[in-house]
């Protein structure tokens, strides 16, 4: 853990070494349309909750940029496990999304992730003994940034990684999340 956030730090501070023109900071928040997929999931359905985080910008060239972003993530489903309707899985996840400008503006993006299962909440079964911390995915998404910094994007996380870490369990399931997002370059 400790050298997956010593990568992180490393990875923003490499990020600030170039042009300072070129690099911005700033924070975003939205809502999630999260849900689980793979085997038995016919029953769960999606749970809405909320992310909010910090990202930079570092443009590299006039039509291509790179993002990384620190996020909390509230995911999960909803289902009947327990007699509770809804399973919150909360993640601290780091993507790293490649921006394409398509015009200005408007990019299309796309990247990896990796997220770390911080809690879960739902019932009396403690499901952080039946997940694995660390959950790997992928994010499609298109993006808008005004002139003033505001900034609006959509994303899809298709999760790659079985989430499930039980002995004598084969089923495999996987997270998925649509995010709505809100942000604002400060500088």
């Given at each position: ?11 923003v ?6 042009d ?11 809502l ?83 997220g ?18 660390i959950?790997l ?51």
């Amino acid at each position: 853990m400790q050298k997956i956030i010593l990568l992180i730090v490393i990875t923003v501070l490499g990020l600030t070494s170039g042009d300072a023109q070129e690099i911005k900071f700033g924070a975003k928040a939205g809502l999630n349309l999260a849900y689980v997929t793979g085997d038995d999931t016919e029953d769960v359905t999606p749970n809405t909750d909320f992310h909010f985080g910090v990202m930079a910008e570092w443009k590299i060239s006039d039509k291509f940029a790179l993002q990384p972003e620190v996020i909390y993530s509230g995911q999960g489903a909803d289902t009947n496990i327990d007699s509770e309707r809804v399973v919150s899985l909360n993640y601290l996840n780091v993507p790293i999304m490649g921006k394409y400008y398509v015009t200005k503006g408007l990019s299309l993006e796309a990247g990896p992730q990796i997220g770390f299962l911080l809690y879960t909440e739902g019932g009396s079964i403690n499901f952080e003994d039946a997940l694995k911390s660390i959950d790997l995915g992928v994010n499609f998404g298109v993006g808008y940034k005004l002139d003033n910094g505001l900034n609006f994007s959509a994303r899809y996380n298709l999760g790659l990684s079985n989430i499930i870490d039980l002995d004598g369990v084969s089923d495999k399931i996987r997270n998925g999340v649509f995010q709505l997002s809100v942000g604002y370059f400060f500088f």
